[in-house]
């Protein structure tokens, strides 16, 4: 059973428009969560971390966390064509030096 | 900035030859990581090390081994290539930590033939 969970997509949206891309998580004692975004070709990138519950901003990201329902969710406000990538949601569970990632989610924003 | 540097960014090898990849991080992280990434399979996890000549298994390790001879560098060795090895490689390196996040380097695409 796959430890961490995302709607592969594509998730497409207008320009302008919020996207919001949503994980879920099977370890409750999980700790730390991570967002990277990865362009087709390229090396993901960290764009995001939270660690407590509730909201974390950052420009036009915004991380959601809510440890009871065990899921993480990244909103992107004002979306652009280029934030068009796979966004990789990861986990450091309990215990694990090594984040476990989701599959992603294939975002495209239609200009 | 932590820069995570991997040697090669497209490598094209024979089967049967051994083949090395290298991954060398400037920032005095403790911890380092060699993923593959094959299309509809994610990120999987091959091996990593947390300190100098330790390695631990990932989640797909045969065919493959490391070498962590300093702190800065970490290597991986496919032993005998093969063509169901051709792959996106990524290394990484992350503080030891559970607050802190990977740092990933360019990628090495490999093609076996």
């Known amino acids: 059973q796959k430890e961490v969970e995302q709607n592969s997509g594509p998730l497409s949206v207008p320009e302008g428009a919020i996207a919001s891309l949503n994980c879920t998580y099977s370890?409750?004692?999980?700790?730390?969560f991570f967002w990277y975004r990865q362009y087709s070709g390229k090396s993901p990138e960290l764009i995001m971390s939270i660690y407590s519950n509730g909201d974390k901003e950052d420009g036009r990201f915004t991380a959601q966390l809510n440890k009871a329902s065990q899921y993480v969710s990244l909103l992107i406000r004002d979306s652009q064509p280029s934030d068009s990538a796979t966004y990789l949601c990861a986990v450091n569970e309990a215990g694990r030096r090594a984040l476990t990632f989701g599959s992603g989610t294939r975002l495209q924003v239609q200009p | 900035d932590v820069k995570v540097t991997q040697s090669s960014r497209y490598l094209v090898k024979r089967t049967g030859e051994k083949v090395f990849l290298e991954c060398v991080q400037d920032?005095?992280?403790?911890?380092m990581f060699w993923y593959r990434q094959d299309p509809g399979l994610g990120l999987r996890l091959i091996y990593f090390s947390y300190d100098v000549k330790m390695k631990e298994k990932g989640d797909i390790p045969e065919g493959y081994s490391v070498s962590r001879e300093k702190k800065e560098r970490f290597s991986l060795i496919l032993e005998s290539a093969s063509t169901n090895q051709t792959s996106m490689y990524l290394c990484?390196?992350?503080?030891?930590?559970?607050?802190?996040?990977?740092?990933f380097g360019s990628g090495t695409r490999l093609t076996v033939v």
């Open positions: 920032m005095d992280h403790e911890n």
């Open positions: 370890d409750r004692v999980s700790q730390s």
């Open positions: 990484a390196s992350r503080r030891q930590g559970t607050n802190y996040g990977y740092t």
